[in-house]
């Protein structure tokens, strides 16, 4: 049962690692295309997207803290908060 419930951890980790990432290079993208686009309709619907992608991001993090808190000896979830502060951090720096 121990054996499950770690490839479980596992896997909701992987899963989260890979969705930061996605987040990550689709946030980079839309801001290019803000820098660059001139049509307001398509402006405004990038940036609905980019608030939906950061509304992700933070439960993401709240969710990676969350299991980290629960197991902090578990190198998995470590390694899933710290990716998510790296992308948050990353994040603030481009917001600026």
């Not at 980019?50 to 969710?63: A, G, Q, S, T, V």
Request: glycine residues 0%.
């Amino acid at each position: 049962m121990k054996q499950n419930l770690f490839s479980y951890s596992e896997s909701i980790v992987l899963s989260l690692c890979k969705e930061i990432e996605f987040i990550r290079i689709r946030t980079k993208n839309i801001n290019t295309s803000l820098k660059t686009c001139h049509n307001k309709t398509l402006s405004k619907r990038l940036k609905l997207e980019l608030d939906k992608l950061n509304e992700n991001r933070h439960k993401i993090l709240i969710i990676s803290e969350t299991m980290f808190k629960r197991n902090s000896q578990n190198l998995s979830f470590e390694f899933l908060l710290e990716i998510t502060k790296r992308y948050n951090s990353f994040q603030q720096i481009l917001d600026q």
